[in-house]
């Protein structure tokens, strides 16, 4: 019984031995550090997305909706009421100035000159019996005249023989005017009548067509817009009519260059150049806002249709940066000065004490976030001019945004991308059964130490294992 007891003894005092010899060399490998890593507060890396400082081009742009029309752009309507009687063009076919897009019925306005010509007739055929009346009453006139310096005829002959006369005369001066009267009937009968045919009065493309054959088109009048029957517009020539908000209209001027996008063509961009500015302001009805009308002069790509009416928005280069530090707008923190720490508010000239808040950017310093007081400039919608603050080597922390909210001074920090490539590397390794290799220059400091420390501890873990392996025997043995 004492034999056994002693045996129980001397094996536990080998288990022992061995768990503790184990769990020394467990916690002193590189898993080991890990996992005792993982249980001190703030000691975790965050993983966060750092991007180097650029230096190069920014272009600070304006905004605006607005749609897509054509410079040039004709409404036919009808200038007489009619029933259509030929449309020659559909909506979409091309048509050259001089063709005829559109005829009306001329039967009753052929009628019409017809009629306004044989009254022209009529009254013209007065003309000679006029004239020979006036001549008459002319002759008699000088007779009479003759007759009174004479003293051969009283002076009432001779004032009934003027008054006849001034009526012929009246009389062949109001057939001058019935003629003209008539002559004006026939030129208007056949302008009415020539307004049947439609000719378009442009190069370009049939956009619109409302009306089909055998409808009747009407004349508009003062409250009432007549028939607008087509219109014809000129492609090759757009404009987009955009809508700059009246904040923003102060630095837009003719000739700047304007970047223009469509969801007729998602992943593709138009470019136009400003041209004429609306003095007026205008205010939008859906939301109460002031804005001033800007046409924008598209380029057009050879071989390219844009469609009329089109929505677009467009982005034009008020002001243009080159050779400036920027850095993504996302990265520029606003933080109270009091929360800075003592030595980063101190040491920055950039800080304005007497203000509550400052402009900051983490930059990685060895594996450490540093914040860092800028002087910012102008913006695009993506990235930030810094003017001061900020080294050309730095690499700056730009996401996530989730990380950026509580990122705090002296915090680990370590690239998303490189982390996730070390986590792949490990993942592979190990499902090959082999030894992870040596650190790269891209992977992160705290990972190649902890890569070098499971080198070391091999040997250590081996030994071990041949400790486990002696008191084996003996433990069977007892």
Avoid at 59 to 67: D, F, H
Avoid at 115 to 128: P, W
Avoid at 259 to 283: A, H, M
Avoid at 380 to 395: C, N, Q
Wanted: proline share 5%; glycine share 8%; with cysteine.
């Amino acid at each position: 019984m004492l034999k056994w007891l002693i045996g129980l003894g001397v094996a536990l005092v080998l288990f022992v031995t061995a768990v503790s010899v184990g769990g020394y060399f467990f916690i002193n490998s590189a898993k080991g550090k890990e996992l005792m890593q993982s249980f001190k507060p703030g000691t975790k890396a965050k993983e966060v997305r750092l991007v180097a400082v650029e230096r190069g081009l920014l272009i600070k742009t304006v905004s605006a909706p607005g749609v897509i029309e054509p410079e040039t752009n004709v409404k036919i309507s009808a200038q007489v009421s009619a029933r259509i009687t030929a449309l020659p063009f559909r909506a979409g076919d091309h048509v050259k100035a001089g063709d005829v897009v559109c005829r009306l019925d001329s039967v009753d306005l052929k009628a019409r000159v017809d009629s306004a010509m044989a009254r022209l007739a009529a009254t013209k055929a007065r003309i000679g019996g006029v004239k020979a009346e006036l001549m008459r009453a002319q002759a008699e006139f000088g007779r009479a005249k003759e007759l009174f310096d004479s003293g051969d005829t009283p002076k009432s002959d001779l004032e009934r023989a003027e008054a006849t006369y001034l009526q012929s005369l009246s009389s062949r001066d109001t057939l001058d005017a019935e003629i003209m009267s008539s002559e004006a009937d026939v030129v208007a009968a056949q302008k009415d009548l020539d307004n049947t045919v439609m000719i378009s009065p442009i190069d370009g493309v049939m956009t619109t067509l409302n009306a089909e054959v055998g409808e009747l088109v009407v004349v508009g009048t003062l409250n009432t817009p007549g028939s607008i029957i087509m219109e014809i517009a000129d492609l090759s020539r757009m404009l987009l009519k955009a809508q700059v908000d009246e904040t923003n209209i102060k630095p837009v001027k003719p000739g700047q260059k304007a970047r223009i996008y469509t969801p007729y063509d998602p992943d593709g961009e138009l470019t136009g150049t400003v041209g004429r500015i609306n003095l007026k302001r205008e205010v939008n009805q859906a939301d109460g806002t002031g804005f001033f009308e800007v046409e924008i002069r598209v380029d057009v790509p050879e071989g390219t249709t844009l469609l009329s009416g089109l929505t677009a928005n467009t982005e034009i280069e008020v002001e243009i940066f080159d050779g400036v530090l920027k850095i993504p707008s996302q990265a520029v923190l606003d933080r109270r000065v009091d929360e800075l720490p003592k030595e980063v508010s101190d040491s920055s000239s950039i800080i304005d004490t007497s203000k509550v808040f400052a402009r900051i950017v983490f930059v990685d310093n060895g594996g450490k976030a540093l914040a860092k007081p800028v002087s910012i400039g102008p913006s695009d919608l993506t990235h930030t001019v810094i003017l001061a603050g900020l080294d050309p080597t730095d690499r700056v922390v730009a996401g996530p945004f989730r990380e950026l909210t509580a990122l705090k001074n002296d915090i680990l920090i370590v690239d998303a991308d490189e982390a996730a490539a070390k986590r792949e590397q490990d993942r592979l390794a190990k499902a090959n059964g082999k030894t992870v290799p040596p650190a790269t220059d891209k992977t992160p400091a705290n990972a190649s130490t902890e890569t070098q420390a499971a080198t070391a501890d091999e040997p250590a873990t081996t030994e071990a294992k041949k400790t486990e392996e002696a008191a084996a025997p003996a433990s069977g043995g007892f």
